[in-house]
């Protein structure tokens, strides 16, 4: 199970003079939040009065911004520590003064309040969303879409459902609308059992297979996602939706 924190808006500052710095940051600023939401919903061992994220977000920025290293340090969650020494973090804190300063009054000023939420990763390569609300987890709407278009790993996690099923009819959605002309669920259904089940037969256990740990990349409406030794998934995104456009 993966823990994620959400922030509801941009809280990093805007100032890209130093990109090192802004992405050594992203480590030990948003990977804390991880460690620290799971002990405001009561999964640390600590007798303490659990604080939640916003509350922790704030003690952690006014640590930064008041100098107080260790403090800071201290909220760091342990894979954060193994990643970055206590001595590198009061190294980089010290020769970044005013980066550090910028980054912790940013950091006080949220535009919302952050999201939690907790991702189960199935052995077929599904994920079930769950999010924390009102002091309990709370299954995420997406659990019951079984067809869901809306990010590119749910678009193919759906597309492989529908073809194991062989929901035709579904598949249908996942046809960029340049495709569509002259082709309906019978003709689909007709090419991928008849001239093209090998290769259909071949392309989609490839792809089931590298989903689990496949990593998506996109870039506006497309996305790819890598497969076997050298394929690779187009997507589109129309209307909102993410469409097969092809296998490589």
């Known amino acids: 199970m993966r823990i994620e924190l959400q922030p509801c808006g941009d809280i990093m500052p805007k100032n890209d003079s130093n990109v090192l710095l802004r992405a050594r940051m992203t480590r030990w600023v948003g990977v804390p939040l991880v460690a620290l939401c799971l002990a405001a919903i009561g999964c640390s061992a600590s007798t303490k009065p659990a604080r939640g994220p916003s509350e922790t977000l704030r003690a952690y920025a006014e640590a930064l911004d008041q100098g107080r290293v260790d403090d800071a340090y201290a909220m760091l969650s342990d894979e954060a520590k193994r990643e970055l020494s206590l001595d590198a973090f009061r190294r980089m804190v010290r020769e970044n003064p005013s980066e550090m300063k910028e980054i912790a009054g940013a950091l006080k000023r949220p535009a919302n309040s952050p999201v939690v939420t907790a991702t189960i990763a199935t052995p077929d390569g599904d994920s079930l969303l769950l999010r924390y609300e009102s002091g309990r987890w709370r299954v995420d709407a997406s659990a019951i879409e079984l067809y869901s278009q809306a990010t590119p790993r749910q678009a193919v996690t759906s597309f492989i459902r529908a073809f194991e099923r062989k929901r035709y009819d579904v598949l249908m959605r996942f046809v960029p609308d340049a495709k569509t002309p ?18 259909m037969q071949r392309l989609v256990p490839a792809v089931r ?32 939706m993410w469409k097969i456009e092809d296998f490589n």
Do not use: C, I, N, Y
């Open 182 to 199: 002259g082709l309906d669920a019978k003709k689909l259904q007709e090419a991928w059992e008849g001239s093209q089940k090998q290769e």
């Open 209 to 240: 297979s590298a989903l689990p740990t496949a990593t998506f990349e996109e870039v506006g409406d497309r996305a790819t996602m890598p497969f076997g030794a050298v394929g690779t998934v187009e997507l589109v995104r129309e209307h909102g």
